[in-house]
């Protein structure tokens, strides 16, 4: 694509000209998501405001033979909103209001750049709110969050956020627009939303959402555990929900976890610990003092060394803070970080705490371990420094290693960031290549030039038959493991 004035007056017609950003400069900041190790620039950033001006673009874009990669807020951590293969890059942040909500039937239907807590924010004078609380809900967006499938420390006992969609408008890499579900709870279709959702923006453009609400707990108790040895709270975890009880959430903290949150926070977290559990259940009043007294119990007969229990709102927004707070106390220890994302089984999360650890240390690396506990989803944060070459290369070994442990304790290779390019060099793994080809086949159906999002969850030669000819040849990685180049077809 000759990327001329025409071609972008084209566009700033459909648009406006504030809709269009084509300068370097405007560029350059939307080359990478939360994962900084992968980069790609745009050719041309669009901020459409409507389903139509989406509906417009991709019939531009479908005309030109123009890649187009949806963005909602950047904060992925999987490259999936990284634009590898230049082309269109579409950003989702205007288009972010309600369009309608309904508090008796608890649903609602908004526009995919809305901001997750801003949703329960508007919901909340209904006593309602949006239960999936991805750490990142401040920012990131319920366009992001379907596409990608995100989790979050409540998502345990209330599901993921595509157990949490009813309906999908879609634009289609043709610029159709589909309806996909709804509102009425026993449609008559498909589930094609269920097969849209999480499928990281290869197979369209989510552009308006019907979300389910569901009622604010009446009550809620947050408790926290202190234990001299990690795998002891993990392995609490897993007795807990063997003794049948589903807490809200059950999220853990390793030492130097609590170490560079406490470096900045001053929360007063018990660094004399090897971990932290943190333990929140909800429901009616009633039902709660049976729980927490049986949770503590179980607590204490593997180790727990103390208990903490939040006595009102204010400590328990400082306890949740400190956990939603690591990423950016991780970023405040001056040094690189490679946060990952693997699942292994409940029942071997001690085993897989303890690789994290052993497979860093055997490299000299030091990792911190945070996990949403309680679904069996391991964080480790793999410190390094940039600079240095054989560091940042053992840090993306050492990651790749961690998630062949976790393969080999029965889990998998993401447990909600999705696959986007990071984890592409790892799906052959994971995966036969019958699995990978229906994969395609499925993508195909959907997209048959490969112009949506290409180069992203499937290997090469899986990935929907996307052609060269169709899309330049990706960035220069500047992250990931080089054997990605045979996985990839157009380096
Ligand atoms: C500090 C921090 C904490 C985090 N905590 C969590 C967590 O607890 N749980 C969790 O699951 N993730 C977490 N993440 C990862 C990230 O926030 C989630 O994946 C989130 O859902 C991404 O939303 P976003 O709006 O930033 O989407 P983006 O990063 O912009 O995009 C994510 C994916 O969705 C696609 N996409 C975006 N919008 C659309 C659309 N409208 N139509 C089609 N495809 C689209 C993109 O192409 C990309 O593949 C965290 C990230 C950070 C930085």
């Known amino acids: 694509m000759d990327w001329t004035p025409d071609a972008l007056a084209e566009l700033r017609a459909l648009l406006g000209d504030d809709g269009v950003l084509d300068s370097e400069a405007a560029r350059l900041a939307y080359d990478t998501d939360a994962l900084t190790l992968e980069r790609g620039m745009p050719d041309v950033v669009v901020l459409p405001r409507s389903t139509d001006e989406v509906a417009a673009l991709l019939r531009w874009a479908h005309a030109h033979g123009v890649p187009v990669t949806p963005r909602g807020a950047g904060t992925g951590l999987a490259g999936g909103s990284t634009p590898h293969h230049g082309g269109m ?40 709110h949006f239960a999936p609380d991805p750490s990142s809900q401040p920012v990131s967006t319920i366009g992001g969050n379907v596409a990608a499938n995100a989790g979050g420390p409540h998502c345990l006992k209330h599901g993921v956020t595509a157990n949490h969609v009813l309906g999908l408008v879609v634009v289609l890499h043709d ?44 009550a809620v108790h947050t408790m926290s555990f202190d234990f001299a040895v990690v795998e002891d709270a993990c392995r609490a975890v897993s007795a807990v929900i063997a003794a049948g009880i589903v807490p809200a959430a059950m999220e853990l903290m390793d030492r130097r976890t609590m170490e560079v949150i406490e470096a900045w926070l001053h929360l007063g977290l018990p660094l004399e610990a090897a971990a932290v559990l943190v333990v929140e259940v909800d429901g009616p ?42 990423f950016g106390a991780y970023g405040r220890t001056g040094r690189a970080f490679y946060l990952m994302d693997g699942t292994v089984p409940r ?99 959907f997209d048959p030039d490969g112009l949506m999002n290409p180069g992203k969850v499937l290997p090469g030669g899986a990935d929907g038959g996307v052609s060269p000819a169709h899309v330049r040849a990706p960035a220069q990685p500047r992250g990931l493991d080089a054997k990605s180049d045979r996985e990839r077809p157009w380096r």
């Open 175 to 218: 610029g159709s627009v589909v309806t996909l579900g709804g509102e009425a709870p026993d449609a008559p279709d498909v589930e094609l939303a269920s097969v849209v959702a999480g499928s990281e923006g290869t197979l369209g453009i989510l552009c308006e959402i019907c979300v389910r609400l569901v009622p604010r707990p009446e």
């Open 347 to 445: 029942s071997r999360l001690a085993e897989a705490v303890a690789a994290v650890y052993a497979l860093a240390g055997a490299r000299g690396l030091s990792a911190g371990t945070l996990l949403h506990a309680g679904d069996g989803n391991l964080h480790p944060h793999i410190l390094f420094d940039p600079d240095d070459e054989t560091q940042r290369r053992a840090a993306l070994e050492v990651s790749q290693e961690i998630l062949r442990a976790c393969l080999r304790l029965g889990g998998t290779i993401s447990g909600e960031h999705g696959i986007g390019l990071e984890k592409i060099p790892m799906m052959s793994e994971v995966y036969a290549p019958a699995d990978l080809q229906t994969m395609g086949r499925l993508r195909r159906a």
């Open 89 to 128: 890059l579409l950003v989702t942040s205007r288009m972010d209001q309600v369009l309608s909500l309904d508090p008796l039937r608890m649903f609602a239907w908004v526009q995919p750049g809305l901001v997750n807590a801003r949703l329960s924010e508007l919901a909340a004078p209904h006593g309602l």
């Open 285 to 326: 009043a009633v039902s709660l003092p049976a729980q927490v007294g049986r949770i503590t119990a179980i607590a204490r007969e593997h180790g727990a060394r103390s208990v903490r229990a939040a006595s009102d709102a204010a400590e328990r927004a400082a306890l949740w803070r400190g956990r939603k707070s690591a």
